[in-house]
């Protein structure tokens, strides 16, 4: 069975750091990404990493703040968090797939439960 368990998230104030970790277990992966859902708006794609190659992308809006990496042997993905702003507020959702590394939430297998982050200001 496969599972993506999250874990990291909590309350921060505007400018802290959080590192957000997925496990995944069951079977590995091509891809595993992020996605966040605040309330009241859609689901929005915050980062992926390709598991075989070492590709990844960012939304703009984290470029330069986020950065997703992995580990192998734990099969684990990582979202470490710096600078973050209120506007980062969010459920956090680790994805998986198993096609290529991807933006649209459509292309991703298997989700996580989420964990929440909240910035204050």
């Known amino acids: 069975q496969v599972q993506l368990v999250e874990s990291g998230g909590g309350l921060v104030q505007a400018g802290g750091s959080l590192r957000l970790s997925c496990a995944a277990s069951?079977?590995?992966?091509?891809?595993m990404g992020w996605f966040r859902q605040a309330p009241g708006k859609e689901r929005e794609f915050v980062a992926a990493?390709?598991?075989?190659?070492?590709?990844?992308l960012y939304a703009d809006s984290v470029k330069g703040r986020f950065t997703i990496s992995r580990d192998h042997a734990k099969n684990t993905a990582y979202l470490q968090m710096n600078s973050l702003k209120p506007e980062d507020t969010a459920v956090y959702l680790c994805?998986?797939?198993?096609?290529?590394?991807?933006?649209?939430?459509?292309?991703?297998?298997?989700w996580g439960q989420g964990t929440q982050v909240t910035v204050s200001s």
């Open positions: 994805t998986a797939a198993l096609g290529r590394i991807a933006q649209r939430s459509g292309d991703y297998d298997y």
């Open positions: 069951g079977r590995t992966f091509n891809a």
């Open positions: 990493i390709g598991w075989t190659a070492p590709s990844t």
